[in-house]
């Protein structure tokens, strides 16, 4: 299962993994059913996750089901723990969505939701975020989910997300980072594929975002602050989620 994962990453386009996907999750759900994990995005429970990873591959990282890996489950609960996302009404602006949140976002009448990306097959609006199509103040929820580790200019993509979002309002933005890391390892200069894999973890990646990430969404104008949410788990729980105990949620508001 691990070469399978592996070779379907680094092999095939994304967006045609998005499409393929579509077709391929109820069987993978039917192979998977058990009692040992349990997805918060489906509330169905498998006898195990998947095996994910471009390089070295996490065990029971990807949830059969939805696709879902660790940091889509902790904002799952985030949001249903700790917010008002499911009951009340609310403008969402969602950034190279992803597919299961997507399909669920939509289908909630209380929500006003709209995704835009540059290359999504599965988007509402094309748009580029280094120049996104809204007007300022446009939405009270914004979420961009590891997209700025593809953009050498983030500042100016993080401006553009702290333009459409209204005053109070507030946001999720992960990025892939390492903690250890004090200051962002960027390199514009390394072009190549592989190159970038080895020093990014991904062939489209151009950083690694270090704990200075707060420092650049401050700069734009949002208060943040580093938030480990699966740390309200107990270890059995992180588990049975299939969660990551040392993983950042970055959580963004505009006064």
């Known amino acids: 299962m691990k070469k399978v994962t592996k070779l379907l990453l680094n092999k095939i386009p994304r967006p045609m993994l998005i499409k393929m996907s579509i077709w391929a999750r109820p069987l993978i759900y039917q192979l998977f059913k058990g009692d040992e994990f349990y997805d918060p995005i489906d509330g169905k ?7 994910y990873g471009y390089g070295k591959q996490r065990e029971n990282a990807l949830s059969p089901g939805t696709l879902s890996l660790e940091r889509h489950r902790q904002m799952w609960l985030y949001l249903q723990n700790e917010t008002d996302f499911f009951i009340k009404n609310h403008k969402v602006l969602h950034i190279a969505p992803e597919q299961e949140f997507l399909r ?15 290359f999504s097959p599965i988007v509402d609006v094309k748009a580029d975020i280094l ?7 446009s939405f009270d929820i914004v979420f961009c989910n590891h997209v700025l580790e593809h953009i050498e200019d983030d500042a100016k993509a993080i401006s553009e ?8 309002g507030w946001g999720i933005f992960q990025v892939p980072m390492r903690n250890s890391l004090e200051k962002t390892y960027e390199d514009f ?3 190549d594929p592989k190159e970038r894999q080895k020093h990014f973890g991904q062939y489209d990646h151009v950083r690694w975002y ?10 734009a104008g949002f208060e943040t602050e580093p938030n480990f949410y699966s740390q309200n788990f107990s270890e059995e729980e992180i588990r049975k989620y299939g969660l990551r105990q040392n993983e950042i949620l970055p959580i963004v508001f505009k006064k």
């Open 189 to 191: 200069s390394i072009k």
């Open 210 to 219: 270090g704990m200075d990430y707060f420092d650049r969404l401050r700069k």
């Open 45 to 51: 429970s498998y006898r195990k996750f998947l095996p």
């Open 104 to 118: 669920k976002f939509k289908m909630m009448k209380n929500l006003n939701y709209i995704s835009a990306d540059l």
């Open 161 to 168: 997300l702290y333009r459409v979002m209204r005053p109070g």
């Open 131 to 137: 120049d996104l199509p809204f007007p300022d103040e």
